[in-house]
């Protein structure tokens, strides 16, 4: 079992910025991908990022290329993605994954961006 517990929304103006984490325990992370998904309101979870925890290889979804960046620290077992230059059309509930095999959750923190 891998636990995770996001961290780090909330409320912020379109062009600010926020840096969501999200800490992991439970298993060692060295096969697992580690991603961020996000679903607003009335529309389906999809994958904003992600990265190889083994060697750091990261991709995004188009919508957030060049606007934010997901990363890892692995001293802290922890998963970051600094999110900049947000948009309206980002808010929605931001959920951290871990996949290896199995699929875990966190449980979700908000992110709202007001125009």
């Known amino acids: 079992q891998v636990q995770l517990v996001e961290s780090g929304g909330g409320l912020v103006q379109a062009g600010g910025s926020l840096r969501l984490s999200c800490a992991a325990s439970?298993?060692?992370?060295?096969?697992?991908?580690m991603g961020w998904y996000r679903q607003a309101p009335g529309k389906e979870r999809e994958l904003v990022a992600a990265i190889r925890w083994s060697d750091g290889n990261t991709g995004y979804a188009d919508s957030v290329k060049g606007r934010f960046t997901i990363s890892r620290d692995t001293s802290k077992n922890t998963v970051i993605l600094q999110m900049d230059s947000l948009k309206p059309e980002d808010t929605a509930i931001y959920y951290c994954n871990a996949r290896y095999g199995n699929n875990y959750w966190g449980q979700g923190t908000q992110v709202t961006v007001s125009s």
């Open positions: 439970g298993r060692t992370l060295s096969s697992y991908v």
